[in-house]
């Protein structure tokens, strides 16, 4: 069951991705980049690279590990 920080992280990482898909960009690959290195550049767009100031990638790293681990067990 979703808790409130799992959707608070999933509107976020959402909002970044519609803003990456609206200038026609990958948005796996930037936000993938953007987690793995916190280099803001990744993210090709000055509005999206606003809304990753917001982004704790610690919390969203262990979410999407947790989420994936709990639908490969399901």
Do not use: W
């Not at 990482?13 to 793995?36: M, T």
């Amino acid at each position: 069951m979703p808790t409130n920080k799992n959707k608070v992280i999933a509107k976020q990482l959402d909002s970044i991705a519609e803003a990456i898909k609206k200038h026609g960009y990958d948005e796996v690959r930037q936000i993938v980049c953007f987690l793995l290195s916190e280099d803001p550049t990744f993210l090709s767009d000055p509005q999206t690279r606003a809304l990753s100031r917001n982004l704790n990638r610690d919390e969203i790293l262990e979410e999407l590990v947790r989420y994936y681990l709990e639908s490969e067990v399901s």
